[in-house]
């Protein structure tokens, strides 16, 4: 027996720890507040409109022209005078006569008494008898006849004379230009005046080549003879065209 319980004790699980037990639900002090706020702001039937509606009658049914506007009743009478049946005409009512008219015979008397119609003209260029108006054929002489053929327009003439006009114009101020440009003559006293100093001038030149050395070594002194030897032959050129030319002419440029 002991040995028993002893096995069975040995067996038994181990006991479990006691657990603490759970902490009481959280209650909010404003909870009635809360809920007195909430009661408070609501109304009836704000979203999901009335609880109970009224029911139409069935004797109010929609019945025929029952929504077509309706005119007022016809006066009988207006400012205390009667007004007259609409089958008696006024004394100042006239009525139209209407005759009835004969349009065959109308129609044939305009025929009678009517200018009769000249035949158009036509143009026929086949064997089969093909014809076609003549007077938009070209055939018939239509333009050469009228009143102004050959007759220059108004615009031509008026462009005409616009471009008469400037072209005198033009020639005016050509004409006028070259006056005050024409040339003038030189006097003989001014020409012996020029020669005299044309040749002093290249007296001078000459004599300043002269002294030239005779050796040129360096790219000075060829480039200093060269620009005597060009003034020199400047000079002889100007000077023999005055001498062979009595009558010189100067230009106002």
Not at 102 to 114: E, P, S
Request: positive net charge; glycine residues 4%; aromatic residues 6%.
């Amino acid at each position: 027996m002991a040995t028993q319980s002893a096995q069975k004790g040995a067996s038994d699980p181990p006991p479990r720890p006691e657990q603490p037990g759970k902490p009481a639900r959280y209650i909010s002090k404003y909870r009635e507040f809360v809920k007195h706020e909430a009661v408070k702001n609501k109304s009836q039937w704000k979203t999901m409109g009335p609880a109970k509606v009224a029911v139409p009658s069935p004797n109010d049914f929609l019945q025929k022209h029952s929504k077509e506007p309706k005119l007022a009743p016809k006066k009988k009478e207006e400012d205390g005078k009667k007004l007259l049946p609409l089958s008696v005409p006024q004394r100042t009512y006239r009525p139209v006569i209407r005759i009835k008219k004969n349009f065959i015979i109308k129609n044939a008397v305009a025929v009678i008494r009517g200018v009769p119609k000249k035949p158009r003209p036509f143009c026929v260029d086949t064997r089969q008898g093909d014809k076609y108006p003549l007077e938009p054929s070209g055939l018939v002489p239509k333009y050469i006849k009228k009143k102004n053929y050959g007759v220059t327009p108004k615009y031509v003439t008026r462009r005409n004379e616009e471009i008469k006009r400037e072209e005198e114009e033009y020639e005016a101020s050509v004409l006028e230009q070259l006056k005050k440009k024409a040339m003038k003559t030189l006097s003989d006293e001014e020409r012996t005046n020029i020669l005299k100093a044309l040749k002093k001038n290249w007296e001078e030149i000459n004599h300043a080549y002269q002294g030239l050395p005779v050796l040129t070594d360096t790219r000075y002194k060829k480039i200093h003879k060269e620009e005597l030897e060009l003034k020199l032959k400047q000079l002889e050129h100007d000077i023999a065209a005055i001498e062979k030319h009595k009558n010189i002419y100067i230009a106002d440029v």
